[in-house]
């Protein structure tokens, strides 16, 4: 069973930048996609970001792209989000999942919390 741990979250200005990460333990990532979603108070959950674990494809909401990046290291079996240029609207509960490539995203990780203040 697949588990995922983010860490990384905190209180930043905006214009500032964190860095979010996910371990993942459970099994061998070689036909997952990882990624990071967000819900923010009163929202839905939405996509952020993902990448393919073995060929490190990347997509991006367009909210965030070109100021978002996200990777992962393999030695470590974790997955990255560097966030920059954060905006008050980047305030949310950031979220790692991960799922099969071509399935729906069924592990999920507990959370971490990013606020912006402006």
């Known amino acids: 069973q697949v588990q995922l741990v983010e860490s990384g979250g905190g209180l930043v200005q905006a214009g500032g930048s964190l860095r979010l990460s996910c371990a993942a333990s459970?099994?061998?990532?070689?036909?997952?996609?990882m990624g990071w979603f967000r819900q923010a108070p009163g929202k839905e959950r939405e996509f952020v970001s993902r990448i393919f674990w073995t060929s490190g494809s990347t997509a991006y909401a367009g909210s965030v792209k070109g100021r978002f990046t996200i990777s992962r290291d393999y030695a470590k079996s974790a997955v990255y989000l560097q966030m920059n240029s954060l905006k008050s609207e980047d305030t949310a509960v950031y979220y790692c999942?991960?799922?099969?490539?071509?399935?729906?995203?069924?592990?999920w990780g507990q959370g971490t919390q990013v606020t912006v203040s402006s």
């Open positions: 999942a991960a799922g099969l490539l071509g399935g729906p995203w069924d592990a």
């Open positions: 459970g099994r061998t990532f070689s036909s997952y996609m």
